[in-house]
């Protein structure tokens, strides 16, 4: 395959591969990548069993992390690769429909370049139907959440949860998930609304069912209080979060004290002990009653806490403390000492929180902080959409309407043109109902009869006046547990908008990047001398 090009000329040393066998090889290694997360789309999607070096077993079917787990050689397949992650981290769904996307628009490039159309008209040609596609969908297909209230934002995290393990407790999960969205809402410098969905925390324990999973408003730790005569509920927190050693001062490596008198050492030892307690002292004197801190504190001065009717607890995650802060007001101190080199600690760096207690959930002890502005419990793609849904405020219906209604729309532009960019406007159209297809055929549905009922539907919408009842079936989408059309978003399937606009550009993105190479040349290393084994 890399064989020496007679037309290289100077060029030495290294394979040359250019023109189509390097577009054909390109799309091969596209169209194997997305043939491997192909039949995990959708809700009734198979899963992968993915083994790694160390005997490690992983199923999902979950795109990004399939494709995260594969080690891919061909650097064609690492640009999808890497666009699955992209998707995951912008959007966080929707990744396995980006590849499948991509993979299509690519092989359908390169046959209109073997039909001697030049790749630049094809890029132009996509560049054009992905600005109008993402138009049509905002003007046309967008539904206001504002319209459609809460119940949008449970359907979303339903749709997108339909695929993952949690989708048959969807009417559990789905409304925690939005619920725990909605409390961390924050409003940044520039008065946007965010949802971070960093802010939610999960945790899981083990020894009941997932429908016994809880959404607490507040933050839960897994850890417990440090010692067993400490209180286990503790109401009005004042939360001193620290990143401070509160264990003996010990001396510090490579200082040398001479001493001279035995009853000097004795002293040493008390003075050690005395700093810590006197560090204690200064946390419990401003008012705090729970002390969180990510190292150790010693047991002499566990009684320090008890008498003082105070929970510590030690060991936390840095990153949990640093969020406890952000909800309760207060401040991670990772030293006591202040300008004037003296050891202080301030009310002010306390954060208060209704109430903090030990709970026994299933087999696991953990401390909750009830109150604060936070919450914890969560499943990142659902939470992801809803992120989206709520920061980009409109969703489209899913089940494959999108893709239909653009295809149809596409299809119409192109014929508008009277350019050779009609062609390639005509294919992508056609490589966007490879989604719709794929669905039905996972679904074990007839999929050449559905994409046609649905496209039918598509276009007698497209072509009704404004105001017409047919306006109506712009909505339809596949229903893939009976195998029919249905009006999706009355049955409450529905995608945030961000999210396909950010795929389908992805997806253009990375097919037009690779469709672009039209030659690659692979040095080859240079043979290192073999070693004299006699030493000579």
């Known amino acids: 395959m890399f064989q020496r090009d007679p037309r290289a000329g100077a060029f030495l040393g290294g394979d040359r591969v250019s023109g189509q066998d390097i577009r054909d090889q390109n799309v091969t290694a596209a169209l194997a990548i997305a043939n491997i997360v192909k039949s995990s789309l959708g809700p009734l999607g198979l899963d992968k069993m993915l083994v790694d070096n160390i005997g490690e077993v992983t199923i999902s079917n979950d795109g990004a992390t399939i494709l995260s787990l594969l080690s891919v050689e061909h650097p064609a397949g690492k640009i999808f690769v890497d666009l699955a ?21 690519l092989r359908r490039a390169n046959e209109l370049v073997k039909a001697k159309i030049h790749p630049t008209t094809i890029i132009t040609g996509y560049r054009l139907a992905c600005r109008e596609a993402v138009k049509f969908m905002q003007d046309q297909l967008s539904i206001k959440v504002d319209s459609l209230g809460r119940d949008a934002l449970v359907n979303a995290a ?49 020894g009941k069912s997932a429908r016994e999973s809880l959404y607490v408003q507040g933050y839960a730790l897994n850890c417990t209080v440090a010692s067993q005569a400490m209180k286990k509920r503790v109401t009005n927190a004042k939360i001193a979060c620290l990143d401070i050693n509160l264990q003996k001062a010990r001396m510090q490596l490579g200082v040398q004290i001479l001493v001279e008198d035995p009853n000097q050492l004795e002293e040493i030892r008390k003075r050690e002990a005395e700093i810590t307690l006197e560090r204690i002292r200064k946390i419990l004197a ?32 840095k990153e949990d403390l640093r969020r406890i802060a952000k909800a309760t007001g207060g401040t991670l101190i990772s030293s006591l000492a202040n300008l004037e080199g003296e050891e202080t600690y301030e009310a002010s760096y306390l954060g208060s929180a ?31 959409i809803i992120k989206r849904t709520l920061e980009s405020g409109s969703v489209v219906p899913g089940g494959g309407a999108v893709e ?10 192109a014929t508008t043109l ?19 297809k794929q669905l039905a055929v996972n679904a074990a549905k007839d999929s050449t009869d559905l994409v046609a009922k649905l496209r039918a539907y598509h276009h007698a919408a497209q072509n009704a006046p404004a105001g017409d009842p047919k306006k109506v079936l712009l909505r339809y989408g596949l229903d893939l547990m009976n195998g029919d059309v249905r009006d999706n978003v009355v049955a409450g399937v529905l ?11 992805s997806a253009y993105e990375a097919a037009i990047s690779l469709l672009r190479i039209d030659d690659a040349i692979q040095c080859v290393p240079e043979p290192k001398p073999e070693a004299d084994s006699h030493g000579h």
């Open 418 to 436: 009277g350019s050779r960019e009609q062609l390639a406007i005509a294919e992508f159209a056609a490589a966007l109902l490879s989604i719709p």
């Open 495 to 505: 995608e945030p908008t961000m999210s396909k606009v950010r795929s389908l550009k």
């Open 85 to 105: 992650q992209k998707q995951d981290k912008e959007v966080g769904d929707g990744t396995t429909s980006v590849v499948i996307i991509a993979s299509e628009l």
């Open 158 to 206: 339903k749709t997108s949860m339909s695929s993952k393990i949690i989708g048959n407790d969807d009417d559990l999960f789905a409304p925690m998930a939005v619920d725990a969205m909605l409390a961390v809402k924050t409003i940044n410098m520039r008065g946007d609304i965010k949802y971070p969905v960093k802010a939610v925390n999960v945790l899981k324990a083990h």
């Open 404 to 413: 239909s209604a653009l295809s149809i729309y596409l299809e119409n532009f």
């Open 354 to 384: 209704d109430e903090v207690v030990q709970e026994r959930i299933s087999d696991d002890e953990l401390i909750l902080i009830k109150g604060t502005k936070v919450m914890e419990r969560a499943l990142h793609d659902t939470l992801s």
């Open 286 to 317: 401003s008012g705090a009653n729970v002390v969180l801190t990510t190292k150790g504190i010693d047991d002499l001065c566990l009684k320090e806490f008890v008498e003082a009717g105070a929970m510590a607890v030690r060991r936390c995650r």
